[in-house]
């Protein structure tokens, strides 16, 4: 088969390995799920920049993050509940050692002893310019966790209710 002018051909490597960043439109974001999204690896979830990528909680967190020593990028997303299903918190970050950053994101209305990010043993979990709107609790960092927050606002009852 002929090959476009100034197109290079590369034959595929079998050490090749599939990126870990995983992009959300709206034109290809299905209707909600109805689980929770279980993170096993290192991975950068982030919305198309004018997009809205919604995340959505059907049962328990809308993403758990359970696995030991795993980065996990969050950028540009929106956290919220199914109504009338039995969402929780937002993010839960679990596995030991492991990391999750969250940026350009923004929670609300979960309900209930919920959170929009949730650290637990010896977990990290650092939040930059996101928001936290109409949840019982915005960040909560429990059992030896550790939660940076930075330039990231909080308005309903999530202002009152932070945990350490």
């Known amino acids: 088969m002929p090959v476009p002018p100034g197109l290079r051909v590369v034959e595929p490597s079998a050490c090749w390995k599939p990126p870990q960043t995983f992009c959300c439109s709206a034109a290809a974001t299905p209707g909600p799920l109805s689980a929770t999204v279980n993170v096993t690896t290192s991975v950068t979830i982030l919305a198309v920049p004018g997009a809205v990528g919604s995340v959505v909680a059907a049962a ?12 996990v990028a969050l950028r540009n997303l929106v956290f ?9 918190d937002g993010v839960v970050v679990s596995g030991s050692n492991a990391r999750v950053a969250v940026k350009d994101s923004h929670f609300s209305g979960f309900s209930g002893e919920t959170f929009g990010v949730r650290a ?5 979990a650092r939040i930059d310019d ?3 709107q109409n949840l019982s609790g915005g960040v909560s960092a429990e059992n030896g966790a550790s939660a940076t927050i930075a330039r990231s606002r909080a308005s309903g009852s999530a202002a009152a209710k932070g945990r350490a």
């Open 120 to 124: 637990t043993g010896t977990t990290t």
């Open 130 to 132: 996101s928001t936290f």
């Open 60 to 71: 328990g967190p809308a993403i758990s993050i359970a696995a030991p020593g795993v980065r």
């Open 80 to 88: 919220v509940p199914l109504p009338g299903g039995g969402g929780t």
